[in-house]
């Protein structure tokens, strides 16, 4: 079965970092580009950031420089690593394999406050 | 940036009502649009890719177009499993944008 499960998230502190990672089963990662994409509480959909086959990769204005995506295919998983997190970074976190997002992980909630 | 305004925000109809649901981008771009719907407390779900290729395993009554910026998501005979919230995602470009979601209620 072709899926994503994903782990990482909490409470942290602001200035706080957290790893995101999302276990892929059912094909190859390394085939694949993968995303991200946040939902702040009551909110909408957001694009985060994407990771390209070949290693290019791609983040929304809001997070770059903070936020770093990372694919290891040995292990067939994908990571966001989240830094300096702040206050408005609270969300549920999915991964999606691309083309199309057409399979999205369940989410994993960060939340971030003193 | 492309921005995607997304219209209506909200629409209230009935079981086998037509729903059209638009998002206007801010500016000229490729077909490469898609529309997802989204239920309380799950992922999206792909509809439409390529702003108008139905996804495998997606019912026929829905449906995307395109006419120049505006790109259209059509439910056609709305079943009680399409209460949900819908989102298109212009990925021509980055950053990859969302529009703001338009949530289809019971009327």
């Known amino acids: 079965e072709v899926q994503l499960v994903q782990s990482g998230g909490g409470l942290v502190r602001p200035g706080g970092s957290l790893r995101l990672s999302c276990a892929a089963s059912?094909?190859?990662?390394?085939?694949?580009?993968m995303s991200w994409v946040r939902q702040a509480p009551g909110k909408g959909l957001e694009w985060v950031s994407v990771v390209y086959s070949g290693g290019n990769t791609f983040y929304a204005d809001s997070v770059r420089g903070r936020f770093t995506v990372s694919r290891d295919n040995s292990k067939n998983m994908l990571f966001l690593q989240i830094n300096n997190l702040r206050a408005e970074d609270t969300a549920v976190y999915y991964c999606a394999r691309e083309p199309m997002m057409d399979v999205w992980g369940k989410g994993t909630t960060v939340t971030v406050s003193s | 940036d492309i921005q995607m305004t997304q219209s209506p925000s909200s629409v209230s109809a009935s079981v086998g009502d037509r729903v059209t649901i638009t998002c206007r981008a801010s500016q000229n771009m490729n077909s490469w649009l898609d529309w997802f719907q989204q239920k309380p407390g799950k992922a999206p779900k792909l509809l439409i890719y390529?702003?108008?290729t139905l996804q495998s395993g997606v019912p026929s009554r829905f449906s995307g177009s395109r006419s120049g910026t505006d790109f259209t998501l059509t439910i056609n005979s709305l079943q009680p499993e399409d209460f949900a919230t819908y989102y298109c995602l212009q990925v021509d470009t980055f950053p990859w944008t969302f529009g703001q979601g338009t949530k289809v209620e019971i009327k």
């Open positions: 390529a702003a108008s």
């Open positions: 059912g094909f190859t990662i390394s085939d694949k580009y």
